[in-house]
């Protein structure tokens, strides 16, 4: 049994070596470098970007709500007051 279980494990040592070191460990290699060109092409953003940019509409929409109430009030000063 005990000799059974290092042959098994030797087995599963060579596969893995071959693995690694054989044609799957190139192909790997150059999808991820496929990807990763293919990527930087289309101009992607990271997530950290997005989510700073995200924050900057935020406060930029805060801010035209505020004008706009303010706008709004300014309006409503500079109209006439009908004469009873």
Known sequence: MLLNQKLIDDLGDKISQTLNHGPIKDLEHNLRALLQSAL????????????????????????????????????QMMKPTPLA
Request: net charge negative.
């Open 40 to 75: 930087q092409k289309m101009d992607i953003v990271t997530r950290e970007e997005f989510e700073v940019q995200q924050e900057v509409l935020l406060r930029t929409r805060e801010q035209l709500i505020l004008l706009e109430t303010r706008i709004s009030e300014l309006e």
